[in-house]
């Protein structure tokens, strides 16, 4: 199983690995997972916190019930744009498109993910892979605390509060973790980690979908985010 999240200059992930848990570094969402797979052998899912499944038009369903579910942790949710605001050149340009086909302008943040977005939907276009879904770190972790966490991932507190859980589920994450640790931001680590559970939920067939079950975009994906 693999966890994985966006990160400066690529992707972190985390797999859980013979009693403990291996964090990676890789440029490209592909890279990521070949060294995944060169670790523990053939995946048998990969959690991704990063939108699959990009609407033609309107708000995916996914979003607006992961928000709900997070009460307190809502505003960790970003709004999808359409895939032709991702595809715009520029923010202004892809604020007019999402304005036009889904009738709400597109957050600086949701636009900061458009390249790590469209490198996922054309690396799931481009052949075979292992079985990727859609995760959102706060739900998992939301999941193993059984509610949405007190306080936000990148205080003392919060941060110490999801290791924790982590570490209760048998994820434990060194204190040196090699080019990952250099690359990736802590609360990045700890997002791939917290995925890399649901990862394992997935296939053990313990996770459940946001929608239940998923939607079906315009270009058949079937879009939900897992926890």
Aim: hydrophobic content about 45%; overall charge neutral; glycine content about 10%.
């Amino acid at each position: 199983m693999l966890g994985a999240d966006a990160c400066k200059g690529g992707w972190v992930g985390v797999v859980p690995h013979e009693g403990s848990a291996q964090a990676l570094f890789g440029a490209h969402i592909g890279l990521l997972v070949e060294r995944a797979t060169a670790l523990a052998g053939p995946l048998a899912a990969v959690a991704v916190d990063i939108p699959i499944g990009l609407p033609t038009r309107g708000r995916r369903r996914a979003d607006a019930e992961a928000a709900r579910a997070l009460g307190p942790r809502r505003s960790s949710v970003f709004r999808t744009p359409v895939r032709a605001a991702l595809e715009a050149g520029t923010y202004a340009l892809a604020a007019a498109a999402n304005r036009e086909l889904a009738g709400e302008g597109v957050s600086a943040q949701a636009y900061a993910l458009r390249e790590k977005a469209l490198e996922v939907d054309a690396w799931l276009r481009s052949g075979t892979h292992p079985d990727v879904r859609e995760a959102h770190p706060e739900l998992s972790f939301a999941a193993l605390a059984g509610a949405p966490l007190a306080y936000p991932k990148r205080t003392w507190n919060g941060m110490n509060a999801r290791r924790g859980l982590l570490e209760a589920v048998g994820i434990v994450l060194g204190d040196a973790l090699g080019e990952a640790g250099e690359r990736a931001a802590v609360d990045d680590v700890l997002d791939a980690a917290a995925v890399a559970w649901t990862a394992s939920r997935i296939a053990r067939r313990e996770a459940h979908s946001l929608p239940g079950p998923p939607e079906t975009l315009e270009d058949g994906t079937a879009c939900a985010i897992w926890c």
